[in-house]
């Protein structure tokens, strides 16, 4: 079986780096991908990590650490467009492709 | 520009209906993904498909079943909607050999059953 942890609200001030962490259980992953979705919107793809470390892509980089079943999204230069849902997934090993989805982090972004 | 096509935004039935919704995408990706989202619970997969034809269940396939009798097109079918469904159901695709589990999602169908 599998359960990921996310923090169901983050807030922070416009500029601020935010990080919000994703912690998980499950018994094998290919990896650990985040998706954004503002109210009312689709998701929408942000990051794949495969292999533990940093990926860096513009304003977001997103971590993975598989020794300690942790991962985290790291927005810098915070906008108040960032505010929106996001959620962590990963994609179960054994030959499925099927990401399986923590339950969200709200993040708001005041002035 | 990838596209995948919600037939209904917005649907309001009663309880005992049968409610179709469809879902088609551009992009001639294998799977596809029916999830329903509701408030603290995330998304919770409901039925996947990866070929014509071919369909596994989800974590939540009670009371629904999926149709996929062409490539581009998942519907999600609701036998006897009950007010429990009232939900936001999302659609999503990718291709069969997408390694970094990326799925693209349609604009969502809320479905409020009375």
């Known amino acids: 079986g599998q359960s990921l942890e996310q923090p169901s609200e983050v807030t922070a001030v416009e500029g601020a780096i935010v990080q919000i962490n994703c912690t998980y259980q499950?018994?094998?992953?290919?990896?650990l991908s985040w998706y954004q979705q503002h109210d009312g919107g689709a998701p929408t793809f942000l990051s794949y990590n495969a292999l533990d470390g940093l990926e860096e892509t513009g304003r977001f980089s997103s971590f993975l650490s598989r020794s300690d079943s942790y991962g985290y999204l790291l927005l810098q230069e915070l906008q108040m467009k960032d505010s929106a849902s996001y959620f962590c997934a990963v994609r179960l090993s054994g030959g499925s492709y099927i990401p399986t989805f923590g339950r969200g982090t709200s993040l708001i972004v005041h002035p | 520009d990838v596209k995948v096509t919600q037939s209904s935004r917005y649907l309001v039935k009663r309880t005992g209906e049968k409610v179709f919704l469809e879902c088609v995408q551009d992009?001639?990706?294998?799977?596809m993904f029916w999830y329903r989202q509701d408030p603290g619970l995330g998304l919770r997969l409901i039925y996947f498909s990866y070929d014509v034809k071919m369909k596994e269940k989800g974590d939540i396939p009670e009371g629904y079943s999926v149709s996929r009798e062409k490539k581009e097109r998942f519907s999600l079918i609701l036998e006897s909607a009950s007010t429990n469904q009232t939900s936001m159901y999302l659609c999503?695709?990718?291709?069969?050999?997408?390694?970094?589990?990326?799925?693209?999602f349609g604009e969502g169908s809320r479905l409020t059953v009375l």
């Open positions: 992009m001639d990706h294998e799977n």
């Open positions: 999503a695709s990718s291709p069969l050999d997408q390694n970094t589990g990326e799925l693209f």
């Open positions: 499950t018994s094998g992953f290919y990896g």
